[in-house]
């Protein structure tokens, strides 16, 4: 069974401290990792697509690394817009309709 | 840019009765899924379509169908409700050729 844990489950930050967050995996094959963003009330949206170990990808303030049994996704220098929970799937190489299984997420609230 | 819509963004519905959330993609997605969003337990997938007229069953299907009667629109159904799916409904939607899927923003739907 595909399984995906995230932590910390809550973090707060101050405007401009760095930090990382994380997410540990367990899938039979990897087809792919993302990264999602998603504000109070709102449906997530889409940060990053992390395909193979060793592969990173950036967006502003963010970059999503990823190894075989864990993605981080570095926050650099991060303002109070940053704010939101950050959700992390997996979807395996043999799975039903490209299903996602997700993990909990990690709220993030960075304070001015 | 990718745009997925559901019908209502809160609904109120008393239990028992017959309850339809309405999800539209405007970009000619093949693929369409229902999710459900709840504290503590996260995404979990209720149903999915891969074709019009297809559809497969996601990990919590039980109290639910869905309908696809054009490629654009897919339709969840409470048959009857109760006051445990009480949620987030996010709809969701990924073309053949890609991996990533697209969310909506999402239905809060309360059941008296």
């Known amino acids: 069974e595909d399984q995906v844990t995230q932590s910390p489950e809550a973090l707060r930050l101050q405007e401009g401290e760095s930090s990382s967050l994380n997410c540990s995996y367990t899938?039979?094959?990897?087809?792919?990792l993302f990264w999602y963003r998603q504000d109070p009330g709102k449906g997530p949206e889409f940060l990053f697509t992390l395909y193979s170990a060793g592969e990173e990808k950036e967006k502003e303030r963010l970059k999503a690394t990823l190894t075989k049994k864990e993605s981080f996704l570095h926050i650099t220098a991060p303002k109070p817009e940053d704010s939101a929970t950050y959700l992390c799937a997996v979807q395996a190489v043999e799975t039903s309709g490209s299903r996602l299984t997700f993990g909990e997420g990690t709220q993030l609230t960075v304070n001015p | 840019d990718v745009k997925v819509t559901q019908s209502s963004r809160y609904l109120v519905k008393r239990t028992g009765e017959k309850v339809f959330l309405e999800c539209v993609q405007d970009?000619?997605?093949?693929?369409m899924f229902w999710y459900r969003q709840d504290p503590g337990l996260g995404l979990r997938l209720i149903y999915f379509?891969?074709?019009?007229?297809?559809?497969e069953k996601g990990d919590i299907p039980e109290g639910y169908s869905v309908s696809r009667e054009k490629k654009e629109r897919f339709s969840l159904i409470l048959e009857s409700a109760s006051t445990n799916q009480t949620s987030m409904y996010l709809c969701?939607?990924?073309?053949?050729?890609?991996?990533?899927?697209?969310f909506g923003p999402g239905t809060r739907l309360l059941v008296l």
């Open positions: 899938v039979s094959g990897l087809r792919g």
């Open positions: 379509s891969y074709d019009v007229k297809m559809k």
């Open positions: 969701a939607s990924r073309p053949d050729w890609g991996e990533t899927q697209y």
């Open positions: 970009m000619d997605h093949e693929n």
